[in-house]
């Protein structure tokens, strides 16, 4: 079993140290990984550190898509760094590229929510702002978001399986 640390957001400098000397991997969440003591400047996946897990959001964060629509200057910069053209609207193809990009960063896993690759398909994918909880709070949307589809729905969308096949084989 490998372990893996949800290390984001503010740590002390030493956190990440001792993480890798307990052989506890770290979380890439890609639209957050910069160089901070420098320019603030996005890493590219490929430089991330091996003994990681690349993600485009989690659980306690926003969707990638929302993220995107709430932070236009952000994205902007986000698609600068891994040569994508910028959309003020996140398209299919733009939904691909950020997701080839998480599969190919140099981490030894990719994980990413269902729903993020789901939003690549308006007909089978939750509210593309849907956000799985808001930590700190108490609130009856927390915990509570479901898919609109059944496994069976998903296992005949021949589209979006190709495409999540396609993801897994990077």
Known sequence: MLPIAEDLGIMPKEARGILKHLGIAGTRLTRWVKYWEEDSSFIRSEDFDLFSVTTLSSHDTSSFDEWWQQNPSEAALYASSRNVPFTRTLSYDGKKAYLEDAH???????????????????DLSPHPLS????????????????????????????AATNFMQQMASI
Request: hydrophobic share 35%; aromatic share 8%.
């Open 104 to 122: 190919q960063s140099a981490s030894l896993l990719h994980i990413n929510l269902l729903s993020e690759y789901l939003t690549a398909f308006p």
């Open 131 to 158: 956000r799985i909880n808001v930590p700190g709070t108490e609130s009856e949307e927390n915990w509570s978001m479901r898919y609109p589809i059944t496994l069976e729905t998903l296992k005949k969308h021949t």
